[in-house]
Structures are given as structure tokens and as C-alpha cells.
């Protein structure tokens, strides 16, 4: 019952999920392989990669990635080229908490501090993310959201000025009037990464609006982000 439909963006891959009998469990197909069967909430939280080639879920469970457990329980994105999946969660095996890209932890959440606000650059070369964390001043209230970009903070700004219902990881699949999936994925206006690779961040600092513009250095990337949480372990 429930059925859902994915179809990857160059049509040559499609998935169908749907509930069966108790215990509730949602069993998914891609292109005629069932995966392993997954506790949760039908397709909404499946998605293709850009190209078509790989598949993640997280509808229950640890986020499952090409068919796998990841042990990771959170959100994902894939990387535009599909080379990189990002998830922002918790791992199960020691608890830990933050960024993970292709498996590997490469930002340790502080706590229960949030990450939220997740991007790759439209190369792929690149990764932003917005960590909330404690704030930089001690007499602050709240805590300060800090935009990080291949793991170094590029920008600080009081907490709260995301619109966190604006952005959605993964994208959610939605049934349109016509029956077809609908993915839904936007970025809220005020932190949005351009064609260009270019982060615009707008927020307030100390009661003041600020505008950020940040342009990736080619002196870090997705894979120095890697090589150092290897070299971290």
C-alpha cells in the first residue's frame, strides 16, 4: 500500500517503495534489485545521485547508501558529479556527531549542537555547511551559526537567521497532481551558493545585518577535507 516512485534524472534508473504487512516495513526496489528492507516512511527520503548511478536512503535506520547501512543516522546529499555523498547526523558505533563525507567524520559536532545548511559547489570541488555552535561571545544568550567551507569557518553570525524549513537534506519526493515524483530541493535566499561557487550569506552580527560573499580557495577542497580527516583519526 503507500506505493512511491523515484525516477533518476536521466530517466534510465527508477525505484518503488511501499509498505507491507506488520510489522510495518518499507521494502525498496531499484531497477528490479529489492534492497534490504528499511523501517520508515516510504520514498519521501530516497533520491537518486545527479547522474543516476547511486541511491541513498534514510527512511529508518542508519542512512543506507548503494544498497548499504552506513551506520550514520541523519540527512544526506550527493556531491553534483555523484563522486561524494555527504551525511550530517550520528554515528551509532561511538556516538559521535557531525559531518560525515563518504563515510569518513570530517566536523565533530560540539554536543547536540546542530549542522544544518549543506552545499556542494556546482564543480564539486568544494563543501559548505553552517554548524551551530557556542557562541563566540560569553555573555551571548544563544549560540553563533558558523558557515564552514572545506572545514575552515568563513563566517560567523548570531544564531537563528536561517530559515531551517527552506532547506530540506535530502530532498523531499513529493506526488504531483499527474502522479509523477516531484523533487523538491531549495536553499533559503539568505545562504545560497551560486552557479559560480560563490557562497552570499546575509545575517545579523551583534544586532547588525551583514552581507558575506566567499569564494572557494584552491588552497582546500573535498579531498584535502578527506585527506585531513583521515590523517585526524
Not at 546529499?77 to 567524520?105: C, E, T, Y
Not at 559536532?109 to 561571545?137: C, G
Request: aromatic share 10%.
Amino acid at each position: 500500500s503507500n506505493p512511491g516512485f523515484v525516477f533518476s534524472a536521466d530517466g534510465k534508473h527508477v525505484a518503488f517503495g511501499g509498505s507491507v504487512r506488520q510489522p510495518y516495513s518499507t521494502p525498496i526496489t531499484v531497477d528490479g534489485k529489492v534492497e534490504p528492507l528499511l523501517t520508515g516512511t516510504l520514498m519521501a527520503y530516497f533520491a537518486f545521485s545527479p547522474d543516476g548511478s547511486r541511491h541513498a536512503n534514510n527512511s529508518g535506520g542508519s542512512v543506507s547508501v548503494d544498497g548499504k547501512a552506513s551506520g550514520i543516522t541523519g540527512g544526506f546529499l550527493f556531491s553534483p558529479n555523484s563522486q561524494h555523498v555527504a551525511i550530517f547526523g550520528r554515528r551509532g558505533s561511538d556516538n559521535k556527531g557531525g559531518l560525515f563525507v563518504d563515510g569518513k567524520l570530517v566536523y565533530e559536532a560540539r554536543s547536540n549542537f546542530l549542522i544544518h545548511h549543506l552545499a556542494f559547489t556546482p564543480d564539486s570541488q568544494h563543501l559548505f555547511w553552517v554548524a551551530f555552535e557556542p557562541p563566540k561571545d560569553p555573555t551571548a544568550s544563544q549560540g553563533d551559526d558558523v558557515t564552514y567551507l572545506d572545514g575552515k569557518p568563513v563566517a560567523r553570525t548570531d544564531y537563528g537567521h536561517v530559515n531551517f524549513a527552506a532547506y530540506q537534506i535530502p530532498p523531499r519526493v513529493e506526488m504531483g497532481a499527474n502522479g509523477v515524483a516531484q523533487m523538491e530541493h531549495t536553499q533559503a535566499a539568505e545562504w545560497q551558493v551560486g552557479p559560480d561557487g560563490v557562497l552570499t550569506l546575509v545575517g545579523p552580527v551583534g544586532g547588525v545585518v551583514k552581507r558575506f560573499q566567499v569564494t572557494p580557495s584552491p588552497d582546500t577542497s573535498v579531498e584535502t577535507l578527506l585527506a585531513h580527516a583521515q590523517t585526524s583519526k
